[in-house]
C-alpha cells in the first residue's frame, strides 16, 4: 500500500463511492419529432376490425338460428319417436 492511500483511508476500512442517483433515464423521455401515423395502414385496421365485428355477429345470429332448428327437430323426433311406439304397442 502506498503512503498516500494509508493517510487517506484507515487500515481495514474500504472508501465507498458518493451515493448514485440510479433512476434517471440514460435516454431523453419524450421523442424529440413528432410521430406521424400512416393513413394507410390506420384505414386497414379500421376496415379489418369492421369485418371483424361483422363477422361475429354473423356468428351469434347463426348459432342462435341453429340452436332454434336443433329445438325444433329434437321435438319433432320425440314427437315421432313416441308416435311410432305407440303403433308398436
Do not use: F
Given at each position: 500500500?502506498?503512503?498516500?492511500?494509508?493517510?487517506?483511508?484507515?487500515?481495514?476500512?474500504?472508501?465507498?463511492?458518493?451515493?448514485?442517483?440510479?433512476?434517471?433515464?440514460?435516454?431523453?423521455?419524450?421523442?424529440?419529432?413528432?410521430?406521424?401515423?400512416?393513413?394507410?395502414r390506420?384505414?386497414?385496421?379500421?376496415?379489418?376490425?369492421?369485418?371483424?365485428?361483422?363477422?361475429?355477429?354473423?356468428?351469434?345470429?347463426?348459432?342462435?338460428v341453429?340452436?332454434?332448428?336443433?329445438?325444433?327437430?329434437?321435438?319433432?323426433?320425440?314427437?315421432?319417436?313416441?308416435?311410432?311406439?305407440?303403433?308398436?304397442q
Amino acid at each position: 500500500m502506498s503512503t498516500e492511500q494509508s493517510e487517506s483511508a484507515p487500515q481495514g476500512e474500504s472508501q465507498t463511492a458518493p451515493a448514485v442517483d440510479i433512476t434517471q433515464q440514460a435516454t431523453t423521455p419524450t421523442a424529440t419529432t413528432q410521430r406521424v401515423k400512416n393513413s394507410k395502414r390506420v384505414a386497414a385496421g379500421k376496415a379489418i376490425s369492421e369485418k371483424t365485428r361483422l363477422a361475429r355477429e354473423q356468428q351469434k345470429k347463426d348459432a342462435e338460428v341453429l340452436s332454434i332448428y336443433q329445438l325444433y327437430w329434437s321435438q319433432n323426433y320425440n314427437i315421432i319417436k313416441r308416435r311410432k311406439e305407440e303403433k308398436d304397442q
